[in-house]
């Protein structure tokens, strides 16, 4: 069983930066391919981006140049750095964790869910 919770999310104005931060529990947290979705209010979850061992990367065309995913393994923790942010990007963003090795931009695919974190952009 993993855990996932995510902080860093609140109100910032267009053009602005935030960090998402997804602490995980578990002790095999290197093994799992780690993704960030993001769910606007009447929207359906959407992907943002992943990120594999060792450190391969996949983004949504909408956030690539501005968001940047990383994680730290000594940490059990997955980032999300968020640049020249949108009000377009508001939404519910969610940490998730897939067990299975590999690649994927499908929610479905991810076994464990944050509790999702709130980013607001003002324009």
């Known amino acids: 069983q993993v855990q996932l919770v995510e902080s860093g999310g609140g109100l910032v104005q267009a053009g602005g930066s935030l960090r998402l931060s997804c602490a995980a529990s578990?002790?095999?947290?290197?093994?799992?391919?780690m993704g960030w979705f993001r769910q606007a209010p009447g929207k359906e979850r959407e992907f943002v981006a992943a990120?594999?061992?060792?450190?391969?990367?996949k983004y949504a065309d909408s956030v690539k140049g501005r968001f940047t995913i990383s994680r730290d393994n000594g940490k059990n923790t997955v980032y999300l750095e968020m640049n020249s942010l949108k009000p377009e990007d508001t939404a519910v963003y969610y940490c998730?964790?897939?067990?299975?090795?590999?690649?994927?931009?499908?929610?479905?695919?991810?076994?464990?869910w944050g509790q999702g974190t709130q980013v607001t952009v003002s324009s």
């Open positions: 998730a964790a897939r067990a299975l090795w590999g690649m994927s931009s499908f929610s479905t695919d991810y076994d464990y």
């Open positions: 578990g002790r095999t947290f290197s093994s799992y391919t």
């Open positions: 990120i594999t061992w060792p450190s391969s990367k």
